[in-house]
């Protein structure tokens, strides 16, 4: 019983200690504090009195106002500077990109002045047109050369690999201009010296070739001055190159014969005729229409007897024929040729 009584005698004890110290929190709090504001003049003295407890509240707010105006600066401040820096990634974007669309355009116009030079360059090949556009459509599409895409940093790295291309281009433009003046001389150059076959649209047949042979009407060995082609009456008759036409006559021989003389001394003569469309002194370009295949003089059948000439000395025409255009009729010239040997 008395081990009881004492534990509630401490229970009583502790809360009423606790409510003391309340107590004297709030009479603490209760306590006023008198503020006063006296000026150096002779007026009113102003004084007002407050609560320690309301000073203590108004204290925390002020701090708290304080705090908060801290931190909402702070962020703010953080807000600006992240804002900077992103608006100087756009800027430095925005410059990458009107570099690079600079350098696009650059391209373009190199790729623009790659096709002009290389169509040009195929018109001298004499290249046909399906494969001219084969080969434009391989060089035309720039979407092919390059794929413009965003780095992870934000920068336009193809700029670069856009200006190895554009030098890659000027390059090729300057090469391939150099290419087709070499083709275009060449061109000129063919055209200008007999290397054409000498009939218009048909290969016919070759009866006798340049070299030793039996005249079929006296049956003695001469020398056979050039090559006969035979086919039938009213074949053109084609100029093998550019010139200028210096005879247009008749003989017993050659029957109506016409001989022109281009550069670089060269002259070929055509016979056995049946009409000859020029006369002496008329220029006329490689291809030209002549006349027509005929019988006419010491002959034995339709055909065209074909001479060149390098100023006096008599030439086997073969040898200047183009082998690409007709690589079929120089084949069958040279089987001949071996027959006859």
């Known amino acids: 019983m008395a081990g009881k009584k004492r534990m509630r005698t401490s229970g009583t004890g502790s809360t009423t200690g606790g409510s003391a110290l309340m107590g004297r929190?709030?009479?603490?709090?209760?306590?006023?504090?008198?503020?006063?504001?006296i000026p150096h003049s002779e007026k009113r003295v102003f004084n007002f009195q407050i609560s320690i407890l309301a000073l203590?509240?108004?204290s925390i707010l002020l701090i708290s106002l304080v705090v908060t105006f801290v931190w909402l600066t702070a962020d703010f401040s953080g807000t600006n500077d992240l804002l900077a820096s992103r608006s100087k990634d756009l800027e430095h974007s925005e410059a990458s990109l009107e570099v690079l669309r600079n350098e696009v355009n650059q391209l373009i116009s190199s790729t623009e002045t790659f096709q002009k030079t290389l169509s040009g360059t195929l018109d001298t090949l004499g290249v046909e047109s399906a494969k001219r556009d084969t080969v434009s459509n391989r060089s035309g599409d720039l979407t092919t050369f390059f794929n413009v895409e965003s780095s992870d940093d934000g920068s336009l790295s193809e700029t670069v690999e856009i200006q190895k291309?554009?030098?890659?281009?000027?390059?090729?433009?300057?090469?391939?201009?150099?290419?087709?003046?070499?083709?275009?001389?060449?061109?000129?150059?063919?055209?200008?010296?007999?290397?054409?076959w000498p009939l218009k649209g048909v290969q016919g047949y070759v009866t006798a070739v340049f070299?030793?042979?039996i005249h079929p009407f006296s049956g003695q060995w001469?020398?056979?001055k050039g090559v006969d082609?035979?086919?039938?009456?009213g074949v053109p008759i084609i100029a093998t190159a550019n010139g200028k036409v210096l005879e247009q006559d008749y003989d017993e021989g050659y029957g109506n014969f016409v001989v022109v003389r281009h550069k670089y001394g060269f002259y070929t003569k055509y016979g056995h005729m049946q009409r000859t469309y020029v006369r002496p002194?008329?220029?006329i370009s490689q291809g030209d229409v002549i006349g027509t295949m005929g019988n006419t003089g010491l002959s034995t059948g339709p055909h065209l007897h074909y001479?060149?000439?390098?100023?006096s000395q008599v030439v086997d025409p073969v040898k200047y024929i183009n082998m690409t255009d007709n690589h079929d009729i120089f084949t069958r010239v040279t089987r001949n040729l071996q027959k006859y040997k």
Do not use: N
Request: proline share 3%; net charge neutral; no cysteine.
């Open 25 to 37: 929190f709030g009479r603490a709090g209760r306590q006023k504090l008198t503020i006063m504001l």
């Open 56 to 58: 203590s509240f108004i």
């Open 165 to 196: 291309l554009k030098t890659a281009l000027d390059q090729s433009v300057s090469s391939l201009d150099e290419i087709g003046q070499i083709l275009s001389s060449q061109k000129s150059l063919l055209s200008d010296i007999p290397t054409m």
């Open 211 to 213: 070299g030793p042979s």
């Open 222 to 224: 001469y020398l056979h």
């Open 229 to 233: 082609i035979a086919y039938g009456y």
């Open 281 to 283: 002194g008329q220029e």
């Open 307 to 311: 001479e060149v000439r390098i100023g």
